[in-house]
């Protein structure tokens, strides 16, 4: 009676419940075995070249495997490669995207949105152990270029440089070698890693949001993920800083903040930047939204207090 090795089970664990044939049969499973489950209903063909272990739900994951396997030269990318970073901001689509060489013929199934370019580096593509080939974090940010908005790809950008610890160096060599009158995304991409505000990474997309308003409402010399030493309390970090003022904003849209150790937290090290001779301004999701306009207009009030003070 035909079966699946331990081997293959173990296989179709690891990929989600999607396998090729060849590597079935690089398990143990022949050819002849093979049809036989399929005709016995324990396989089921995803797409030609590969199967699915009936019983394990074909998820989106499962999807992007059964792709990759029956399409070695195709790799996830855009959308679908920015739900598997855990990107921000990414639209909703149920749909693998995917890159591929010029003049391939990609699978003609309706969920596979194949994009066709020669536009790749060797450090472009990560290949995963779950048998899921990818873009890199990076590259994945660029392509997303032609799919959302300026703020939203700027949001991006942020996320993959925190996450994947990238620079901005990083970041823009995925874009300059294919920059070209024909590629309009590329130059759009570039336009928002060079808005970048100063310093680290933005850690959530509200930071981000208020950086750009606060800079658009005159704000000056402002620093994005600010390291600094309190005496009393040890090393800090300020989501948005203007060093010369002595005035930080904190982004507090994580629960944690709004937790009783969060706030006892972020008391003590207000008092000891306090004792130092900044100020502390925190923003929390109440100042976001539709109440984002008299957030930035109290904080630039604040702006203007601290200019005159400290004169």
């Given at each position: 009676?035909?079966h699946?090795?331990?081997?293959?089970?173990?296989?179709?664990e690891?990929q989600?419940?999607?396998?090729?044939?060849?590597?079935?049969?690089?398990?143990?499973v022949?050819?002849h075995?093979i049809?036989?489950?399929?005709?016995?209903g324990?396989?089921?063909l995803?797409?030609?070249?590969?199967?699915?272990?009936?019983?394990v739900?074909?998820?989106e994951l499962?999807?992007?495997?059964?792709?990759c396997?029956?399409?070695?030269?195709?790799m996830?990318a855009?959308?679908?490669?920015?739900?598997?970073?855990?990107?921000r901001?990414?639209?909703?689509?149920?749909?693998?995207?995917?890159?591929?060489?010029?003049h391939?013929?990609?699978?003609?199934?309706?969920?596979?949105v194949?994009?066709?370019?020669?536009?790749f580096?060797?450090?472009?593509?990560?290949?995963?152990?779950?048998?899921?080939?990818?873009?890199?974090?990076?590259?994945?940010?660029?392509?997303l270029?032609?799919f959302?908005?300026p703020?939203d790809?700027?949001?991006?950008?942020?996320?993959?440089m925190?996450?994947?610890?990238?620079?901005?160096?990083?970041?823009r060599?995925?874009?300059?070698?294919?920059?070209?009158?024909?590629?309009?995304?590329?130059?759009?991409y570039?336009?928002?890693l060079d808005?970048?505000?100063v310093?680290?990474?933005a850690?959530?997309?509200p930071?981000?949001v208020?950086?750009?308003?606060?800079?658009?409402?005159?704000?000056?010399?402002?620093?994005?993920?600010?390291?600094?030493?309190?005496?009393?309390?040890?090393p800090?970090?300020f989501d948005l800083?203007?060093v010369g003022?002595?005035?930080a904003?904190?982004?507090?849209?994580?629960p944690?903040?709004?937790?009783?150790a969060?706030?006892?937290?972020?008391?003590?090290?207000d008092?000891?930047?306090?004792?130092?001779?900044?100020?502390?301004?925190?923003?929390?999701?109440?100042g976001?939204?539709?109440?984002l306009?008299?957030?930035?207009?109290?904080?630039?009030?604040?702006?203007?207090?601290?200019?005159a003070?400290?004169?």
């Open positions: 009676m035909a699946l090795s331990d081997a293959a089970l173990r296989l179709f690891r989600h419940g999607v396998a090729s044939p060849s590597q079935l049969i690089e398990c143990g022949t050819a075995a049809k036989r489950l399929q005709h016995l324990a396989l089921e995803v797409l030609q070249g590969a199967y699915r272990l009936r019983g739900p074909l998820d499962g999807r992007c495997v059964a792709v396997q029956a399409h070695p030269a195709h996830v855009g959308p679908t490669a920015g739900r598997i970073w855990g990107f901001r990414l639209p909703k689509d149920a749909r693998v995207h995917t890159v591929s060489p010029p391939s013929q990609p699978t003609r199934a309706g969920w596979v194949p994009y066709r370019t020669a536009a580096h060797p450090n472009d593509v990560v290949e995963r152990p779950d048998g899921i080939t990818i873009t890199s974090r990076a590259r994945t940010a660029f392509d270029a032609r959302v908005g703020m790809l700027l949001s991006i950008i942020e996320q993959a925190a996450d994947g610890d990238l620079g901005e160096d990083e970041m060599a995925v874009a300059v070698d294919w920059l070209s009158p024909r590629r309009r995304w590329v130059r759009r570039l336009e928002q808005r970048r505000t310093g680290g990474p850690e959530s997309h930071e981000v208020l950086a750009k308003a606060l800079q658009a409402a005159g704000v000056r010399g402002l620093v994005r993920q600010l390291a600094t030493e309190l005496p009393g309390y040890g800090a970090r800083a203007v003022l002595r005035w904003i904190e982004v507090d849209v994580f944690t903040h709004r937790e009783t969060g706030r006892t937290a972020d008391l003590r090290r008092q000891a930047a306090a004792r130092s001779d900044w100020l502390v301004s925190r923003v929390g999701p109440a976001f939204g539709a109440n306009p008299q957030t930035v207009r109290d904080l630039v009030d604040v702006y203007h207090a601290r200019h003070s400290l004169r």
